[in-house]
């Protein structure tokens, strides 16, 4: 079982987003890594939990 995907959203469409996290679900992943262009540029990530959909910032830096 895998624990963590990376979702990485650099201009992707809402449903290309919706299709992952479907996947990430029917894999049984627990937690996925959101990391978009709005995250890139305020250095941050978002981890999501699936089974309640809580999401929690962090920060990062290159």
Do not use: D
Request: charged fraction near 30%; proline fraction near 0%; hydrophobic fraction near 45%.
């Amino acid at each position: 079982m895998k624990l963590f995907t990376l979702l990485f959203l650099h201009k992707s469409t809402l449903l290309e987003c919706k299709i992952v996290r479907n996947r990430a679900n029917k894999e049984g992943i627990k937690k996925v890594i959101i990391l978009g262009e709005k995250e890139i540029e305020q250095n941050q990530l978002i981890v999501k939990e699936m089974a309640t959909g809580e999401e929690v910032q962090m920060n990062f830096v290159f």
